[in-house]
């Protein structure tokens, strides 16, 4: 067999794009920015400020990533840089039971969805708004799967805060998505990481709170996703 010869000097090339009619030079840029939580810890996160815009008033959208156990990172972004296109600020925060931090920081939001990552979130946002980046009076938060868990405790919890949220594929009741993790190939872990406490999950499920919501709400799911309809609430 003829083996082909190995390239004599190391080139890249582009092959293709995924977005082709972007054009990168208006592309808003993503900023890494920390703040300090209420309990004193040091948060990471990340801003996105529309192009041509100062950081000054601007309406901001909070938008906590899935998992939790997961991050945002550096990376492309359609529904952050379609905001920022719309004039809106975008605020990222890799709260407390992130990957990618260590063991401990995953850990420490364990069996707590409605406690420690919802409270880095909202103190993020809190933060935004005291450096004069946000306008107070137009914040909203917007999330996927997790993401949307949090924008949903939001419209129950902070009305005073927000004035929006958006939830796609959200859990809107964690003792349903308990009792539903038998369905999970991971189901031992999942039971673990939301916690098996009955009135904990209760208190923590923004639909048994649904009359305390003082804000539009918006939920969007997928009708032929397995996922975001066994999240599925009414």
Not at 69 to 96: E, I, K, P
Request: charged share 20%.
């Amino acid at each position: 067999m003829r083996r082909s010869s190995a390239p004599t000097k190391g080139t890249l090339r582009v092959i293709g794009s995924g977005f082709p009619n972007l054009d990168q030079k208006k592309l808003p840029r993503l900023q890494s920015i920390s703040f300090t939580a209420s309990d004193g810890t040091t948060i990471p996160g990340y801003l996105t400020v529309p192009v041509g815009r100062r950081p000054e008033h601007l309406p901001l959208i909070v938008m906590p990533h899935g998992g939790p156990a997961d991050c945002d990172h550096w990376t492309f972004d359609f529904l952050r840089l379609f905001l920022a296109s719309r004039g809106y600020a975008v605020l990222q925060v890799n709260f407390r039971g992130s990957t990618g931090y260590g063991n401990k920081w995953l850990m420490d939001a364990h069996q707590d969805w409605g406690g420690l990552t919802y409270s880095d979130v909202t103190d993020g946002a809190r933060w935004v708004v005291k450096q004069g980046i946000a306008d107070p009076a137009h914040l909203c938060i917007v999330g996927w799967s997790f993401g949307g868990y949090a924008a949903l405790v939001g419209a129950v919890r902070n009305g005073d805060r927000y004035r929006c949220a958006v939830s796609i594929a959200g859990v809107s009741d964690l003792s349903m998505l308990e009792s539903q993790m038998a369905n999970f190939t991971n189901s031992g872990i999942a039971r673990e990481q939301i916690g098996t406490l009955r009135q904990k999950l209760k208190d923590d499920s923004p639909q048994r709170h649904a009359a305390e919501a003082a804000m539009p709400v918006l939920m969007i799911h997928g009708d032929m996703d397995s996922q975001s309809t066994v999240h599925r609430h009414g």
